[in-house]
C-alpha cells in the first residue's frame, strides 16, 4: 500500500535579506494525520507555513499540497487548505456572524448563512455571535479563526501556534476540536513551542532547526532516540559506586551522582529497560533502595539533544 | 472576470458593514470638510482682498478635491489595518481574486465619499456656493471628483500594503494633510512667487481643483498657468489616469506577493 502525502515538501529555501529563514526543508505528512513543526522562536516554522499556504514563493525547492503544486496551481491550493495563525485571522470590526458569513461566501459555499450558524453552534459562539470580533476574549476570537478556517472543510489544515496566550481552558478547546478533525479525516499541520502540544496530538513531530527539519518521528520514537533516564536512591552512602555499576551494566549510561540525595542516574539506551528489573538486579547486587524511577525524556529534553548535540541527531 | 466581480462585491459588502458597525468614525471623517469649510470660509475669508461670500464659493470645490486627496490616507490605513491585523493574509490564503481585495475596498471608500459629498454640498449651498454653469457640467464636476478620489484610494492602499506597521502608516497618512496646502484649494496661485506657483500648480489638486471652479461655474480657469491647470478637465484626466496606471497595478501586486 502506498502513502498518499497530504503536505510533500522538498528542498523549500526563502530568504529575506540577509536571514536564510529556510535551507531546505523537507516534509512528508501523510493523509489524515496530524503533524507537529516543533521549534524555538526563529527556527523557520512561521515561514514554513507562510510559504505552504502560498502566503510566500519560495526562492527554491518544490512542494504539493494535497496534490497541487504550492506555486503553479496556487489558486487550487487555496481551494483546498485552511488557515489559522497569529497573522491570518478574521476582521474585529465585524461581529463574528458577519465574519463567518463573509469567509463562506468568498468559499462560494452555498447557503452561506446557514454555514455559519452551524459553526458558530458547534464551536459555542453563538451567544456572542452579534457583537464585534473584536471584544471577544482571546480564546473565543481563535475559536472563531478556526472557524473560518473550516467554512469549507479543508483537506488541509495549517494552524500557526494555535494556542499561543491562550488559558488552559481555550488552549483545552482547540485541542479537543483538532482531534476532532483528526477523526473527520483532515490532515492537520500545527507548529507550536509547546512540547506537551505536540505530543499531545501530533502524530509525528518534525523537529525544525535553523530552516531545516533536524529530525521527524512520532513522539515515542523521538524519546527512544535519546532512550530514557533511570534513577536509584541507595539507603546506605557508601553503596553508591556499587550501583553506578550495576546502572553502568544495565543503561551503558555514563552514570551521573547527586551526593546530597544519595542518588545516582543513568541514561538508558535500552529502551527495553523495566523498572522491576532495574530493582530485581540491583537487589541482586546487594543494594537496598529507598526509591526508583524509570523516565521516559520529556520532549524538551529531546529537543535540546538532538538540535545542539549533533552526535545524537545525526 | 465573473469572479472579480462576485469577490470584490463580496469585500464591497464588507466594507459597508464596517461602516454600519461603526457609524460613528464615518461621521467623523465626514464632519471634518464640513468642519474645515466653516473656519476657514469666514476665518481665512474675512483676511482676504476677495469678499467672503466670493471666497467661500472658491474654498467649496477645493475642499471638495482636498477631501478627495485624503483618499490616500483613508487607503493606507484602511490597507495597513487589515495587513498587520492579520485580515488581509486571510483572504490572501481563501480562493479569492487577487484584485478583489483591493478593488472592494476602493469601491467601498468611493460609495462612502460619494454618500459624504452630499451634506457637504447642502452646507456649501447654506453659506453661499451655488451651481453657476449648466446641470450637465456640474455632475461632470461630480464625476471628476469620484474618479479623482479613486486614483487617490490606490495610491493608499498601495503605500498601506507596504507600510511596516499601522503607526507608520498612520503618521505617513496625516502628512498627506499637507498636500492640498501646497495648491491652489484653499487660496489662488496667482500671487506664488513663479517657481513656487509652478510647484502647485503641477500639484494633481490644482487641476481638479480648477476643473471643478470651472465646470461649477464658481471661478475662471487662471491665466498664465501650468498645462494641467490651464486645460483642467484634460489636466485632471490626465493625472488621475497617470495615478491608476501606475499604482492600481502596484496595489494587486503588493497584495498578491507580500514580501514578508
Given at each position: 500500500?502506498?502513502?498518499?502525502?497530504a503536505?510533500?515538501?522538498?528542498?523549500?529555501?526563502?530568504r529575506?535579506?540577509?536571514?536564510?529563514?529556510?535551507?531546505?526543508?523537507?516534509?512528508?505528512?501523510?493523509?489524515?494525520?496530524?503533524?507537529?513543526?516543533?521549534?524555538?522562536?526563529?527556527?523557520?516554522?512561521?515561514?514554513?507555513?507562510?510559504?505552504?499556504?502560498?502566503?510566500?514563493?519560495?526562492?527554491?525547492?518544490?512542494?504539493?499540497?494535497?496534490?497541487?503544486?504550492?506555486?503553479?496551481?496556487?489558486?487550487?491550493?487555496?481551494?483546498?487548505?485552511?488557515?489559522?495563525?497569529?497573522?491570518?485571522?478574521v476582521?474585529?470590526?465585524?461581529?463574528?456572524?458577519?465574519?463567518?458569513?463573509?469567509?463562506?461566501?468568498?468559499?462560494?459555499?452555498?447557503?452561506?448563512?446557514?454555514?455559519?450558524?452551524?459553526?458558530?453552534?458547534?464551536?459555542?459562539?453563538?451567544?456572542?455571535?452579534?457583537r464585534?470580533?473584536?471584544?471577544?476574549?482571546?480564546?473565543?476570537?481563535?475559536?472563531?479563526?478556526?472557524?473560518?478556517?473550516?467554512?469549507?472543510?479543508?483537506?488541509?489544515?495549517?494552524?500557526?501556534?494555535?494556542?499561543?496566550?491562550?488559558?488552559?481552558?481555550?488552549?483545552g478547546?482547540?485541542?479537543?476540536?483538532?482531534?476532532?478533525?483528526?477523526?473527520?479525516?483532515?490532515?492537520?499541520?500545527?507548529?507550536?513551542?509547546?512540547?506537551?502540544e505536540?505530543?499531545?496530538?501530533?502524530?509525528?513531530?518534525?523537529?525544525?532547526?535553523?530552516?531545516?527539519?533536524?529530525?521527524?518521528?512520532?513522539?515515542?520514537?523521538?524519546?527512544?532516540?535519546?532512550?530514557?533516564?533511570?534513577?536509584v536512591?541507595?539507603?546506605?552512602?557508601?553503596?553508591?559506586?556499587?550501583?553506578?555499576?550495576?546502572?553502568?551494566?544495565?543503561?551503558?549510561?555514563?552514570?551521573?551522582?547527586?551526593?546530597?540525595?544519595?542518588?545516582?542516574?543513568?541514561?538508558?539506551?535500552?529502551?527495553?529497560?523495566?523498572?522491576?528489573?532495574?530493582?530485581?538486579?540491583?537487589?541482586?547486587?546487594?543494594?537496598?533502595?529507598?526509591?526508583?524511577?524509570?523516565?521516559?525524556?520529556?520532549?524538551?529534553?529531546?529537543?535540546?539533544?538532538?538540535?545542539?548535540?549533533?552526535?545524537?541527531?545525526? | 472576470?465573473?469572479?472579480?466581480?462576485?469577490?470584490?462585491?463580496?469585500?464591497?459588502?464588507?466594507?459597508?458593514?464596517?461602516?454600519?458597525?461603526?457609524?460613528?468614525?464615518?461621521?467623523?471623517?465626514?464632519?471634518?470638510?464640513?468642519?474645515?469649510?466653516?473656519?476657514?470660509?469666514?476665518?481665512?475669508?474675512?483676511?482676504?482682498?476677495?469678499?467672503?461670500?466670493?471666497?467661500?464659493?472658491?474654498?467649496?470645490?477645493?475642499?471638495?478635491?482636498?477631501?478627495?486627496?485624503?483618499?490616500?490616507?483613508?487607503?493606507?490605513f484602511?490597507?495597513?489595518?487589515?495587513?498587520?491585523?492579520?485580515?488581509?493574509?486571510?483572504?490572501?490564503?481563501?480562493?479569492v481574486?487577487?484584485?478583489?481585495?483591493?478593488?472592494?475596498?476602493?469601491?467601498?471608500?468611493?460609495?462612502?465619499?460619494?454618500?459624504?459629498?452630499?451634506?457637504?454640498?447642502?452646507?456649501?449651498?447654506?453659506?453661499?456656493?451655488?451651481?453657476?454653469?449648466?446641470?450637465?457640467?456640474?455632475?461632470?464636476?461630480?464625476?471628476?471628483?469620484l474618479?479623482?478620489?479613486?486614483?487617490?484610494?490606490?495610491?493608499?492602499?498601495?503605500?498601506?500594503?507596504?507600510?511596516?506597521?499601522?503607526?507608520?502608516?498612520?503618521?505617513?497618512?496625516?502628512?498627506?494633510?499637507?498636500?492640498?496646502?501646497?495648491?491652489?484649494?484653499y487660496?489662488?496661485?496667482?500671487?506664488?512667487?513663479?517657481?513656487?506657483?509652478?510647484?502647485?500648480?503641477?500639484?494633481?489638486?490644482?487641476?481638479?481643483?480648477?476643473?471643478?471652479?470651472?465646470?461649477?461655474?464658481?471661478?475662471?480657469?487662471?491665466?498664465?498657468?501650468?498645462?494641467?491647470?490651464?486645460?483642467?478637465?484634460?489636466?485632471?484626466?490626465?493625472?488621475?489616469?497617470?495615478?491608476?496606471?501606475?499604482?492600481?497595478?502596484?496595489?494587486?501586486?503588493?497584495?498578491?506577493?507580500?514580501?514578508?
Open positions: 500500500m502506498t502513502t498518499t502525502y503536505v510533500l515538501s522538498e528542498g523549500l529555501e526563502k529575506f535579506g540577509e536571514v536564510h529563514a529556510l535551507r531546505g526543508l523537507d516534509l512528508a505528512v501523510p493523509e489524515g494525520t496530524v503533524c507537529g513543526l516543533l521549534g524555538p522562536n526563529g527556527a523557520g516554522k512561521t515561514t514554513a507555513v507562510r510559504l505552504l499556504t502560498t502566503l510566500l514563493r519560495p526562492d527554491a525547492g518544490s512542494a504539493r499540497i494535497a496534490g497541487h503544486d504550492l506555486v503553479r496551481e496556487a489558486a487550487a491550493v487555496r481551494r483546498v487548505i485552511g488557515v489559522t495563525g497569529q497573522y491570518a485571522t476582521d474585529g470590526d465585524l461581529t463574528g456572524r458577519q465574519n463567518l458569513r463573509l469567509f463562506a461566501r468568498l468559499h462560494r459555499v452555498r447557503g452561506p448563512a446557514e454555514r455559519a450558524d452551524e459553526l458558530l453552534d458547534r464551536f459555542g459562539l453563538t451567544e456572542a455571535a452579534d464585534p470580533a473584536s471584544t471577544w476574549s482571546g480564546g473565543m476570537r481563535r475559536r472563531l479563526d478556526l472557524a473560518a478556517s473550516l467554512i469549507r472543510r479543508p483537506d488541509v489544515l495549517f494552524l500557526d501556534e494555535p494556542t499561543t496566550g491562550l488559558d488552559p481552558a481555550g488552549r478547546a482547540i485541542w479537543d476540536a483538532v482531534r476532532e478533525l483528526k477523526q473527520d479525516g483532515t490532515t492537520v499541520l500545527l507548529t507550536t513551542q509547546y512540547l506537551e505536540a505530543d499531545q496530538l501530533a502524530d509525528d513531530i518534525a523537529l525544525v532547526d535553523r530552516g531545516r527539519v533536524a529530525q521527524t518521528g512520532s513522539p515515542r520514537h523521538l524519546k527512544a532516540l535519546i532512550g530514557s533516564y533511570a534513577e536512591v541507595v539507603a546506605d552512602a557508601g553503596l553508591l559506586a556499587r550501583a553506578a555499576g550495576v546502572l553502568d551494566r544495565l543503561t551503558g549510561g555514563e552514570p551521573t551522582f547527586d551526593h546530597a540525595r544519595r542518588a545516582v542516574g543513568a541514561v538508558s539506551r535500552d529502551t527495553t529497560l523495566t523498572l522491576p528489573r532495574l530493582v530485581r538486579e540491583l537487589d541482586a547486587a546487594g543494594v537496598p533502595l529507598l526509591d526508583a524511577r524509570i523516565e521516559p525524556p520529556t520532549l524538551d529534553e529531546v529537543f535540546l539533544r538532538l538540535t545542539d548535540d549533533k552526535e545524537i541527531a545525526a | 472576470m465573473s469572479t472579480l466581480a462576485y469577490d470584490g462585491s463580496a469585500m464591497l459588502g464588507r466594507q459597508l458593514l464596517r461602516i454600519r458597525n461603526n457609524p460613528a468614525l464615518v461621521i467623523l471623517t465626514q464632519t471634518m470638510p464640513i468642519t474645515m469649510l466653516l473656519f476657514f470660509g469666514y476665518v481665512f475669508g474675512s483676511a482676504l482682498a476677495m469678499p467672503g461670500a466670493e471666497y467661500r464659493s472658491f474654498l467649496v470645490p477645493g475642499l471638495l478635491v482636498a477631501t478627495a486627496a485624503n483618499g490616500i490616507m483613508t487607503g493606507m484602511q490597507a495597513a489595518q487589515d495587513v498587520h491585523r492579520g485580515v488581509t493574509d486571510r483572504l490572501r490564503t481563501l480562493p481574486s487577487r484584485a478583489a481585495v483591493p478593488l472592494g475596498q476602493a469601491v467601498a471608500d468611493l460609495v462612502a465619499t460619494a454618500a459624504g459629498t452630499v451634506p457637504f454640498l447642502l452646507v456649501g449651498l447654506a453659506v453661499g456656493w451655488r451651481v453657476e454653469g449648466s446641470a450637465f457640467a456640474a455632475i461632470g464636476a461630480v464625476a471628476l471628483l474618479l479623482f478620489r479613486f486614483a487617490c484610494t490606490w495610491v493608499g492602499i498601495h503605500l498601506g500594503l507596504l507600510s511596516r506597521s499601522e503607526e507608520a502608516a498612520g503618521q505617513l497618512g496625516s502628512a498627506t494633510f499637507m498636500l492640498p496646502l501646497l495648491s491652489n484649494a487660496i489662488p496661485t496667482d500671487n506664488l512667487p513663479g517657481w513656487l506657483r509652478t510647484l502647485a500648480e503641477w500639484n494633481p489638486i490644482s487641476a481638479v481643483t480648477t476643473a471643478l471652479r470651472d465646470l461649477f461655474g464658481n471661478a475662471p480657469v487662471p491665466e498664465g498657468a501650468a498645462w494641467p491647470v490651464a486645460h483642467p478637465v484634460a489636466g485632471s484626466l490626465a493625472w488621475c489616469a497617470v495615478l491608476l496606471a501606475v499604482f492600481a497595478p502596484l496595489a494587486v501586486r503588493a497584495y498578491a506577493h507580500p514580501r514578508a
